[in-house]
């Protein structure tokens, strides 16, 4: 597995470099790639399934001028921005009896990032509602996955300085609720880690035991996606 440390201009090609990672992953095999990124601009971005009007604050979003995008994976629908760090895997299945299927992806996945915050925080993390990471059950990160033939996209965000305040202005309450929740808002469901982008990720690439950077970044796959999905309205008013 090698790594990919790019955070682009517009939130539209963050979104589609993810998609183009695992597609290229797809097409011509390799060990995979773990890639991180964070926006300068706050935007929302809706899972593949999710209902826009349920679950996001739409005439609020309009006043800030802040975009809604749908991505390709499952799972909710969240606020990025500064302070919000997110990861991408995107690698082969392969033989692997544990990523086989969904719950043996997320199972894999959410147990190892468990074990790597827990070192580098030197307190209890917990997994919980499937896919997400708490401390004291307060959410700290959010994940997805999308499978392919032979290729499965993992991502998600880590909150380390984020504006919380925001993220309950500008969304809902989502429409499918881990039992652990608890119907709790926003601002007292999240929580903050605190720490340097840098220690996460430093954190992270040794976890996935990755040293190498990859050179030549699927960009002219990314720009067309752009174009075909994350830019084009149609898409994100698609469900």
Known sequence: ?????????LPEENLALDEALVDQCDEEGGGGVLRFWESK?????VGYSNQ??????????????????RRCSGGGTVLQGPGCLNYT??????????????????????NKHRDILTILLGTSVEVLGHTDLALNHLKFSGNAQ????????????????FELRLVGELLRLPSKQPAYRESRSHEKFLVNLGIP??????????GWNVSEQL????????????????ANAAWTACR
Do not use: W
């Open 1 to 9: 597995m090698k790594y990919l440390d790019l955070s682009l201009a």
């Open 197 to 206: 982008a840098p220690t996460v990720k430093s954190a992270l690439k040794k």
């Open 215 to 230: 050179q030549l970044a699927p960009l002219e796959r990314m720009k067309q996606l752009v174009i075909d999905k994350y």
């Open 52 to 69: 826009i009007d349920e679950e996001v604050r739409v005439e609020d979003c309009r006043e800030k001028t802040i975009p809604i995008l």
């Open 41 to 45: 601009q706050h935007f929302v971005v």
């Open 89 to 110: 895997l995107a690698f082969p299945i392969g033989d692997s009896s544990e990523l086989q299927t969904v719950t043996g992806t997320n199972r894999f996945v959410m």
């Open 146 to 161: 999308r499978r392919k033939r032979r290729t499965l996209l993992f991502h998600g965000t880590f909150l380390l300085h």
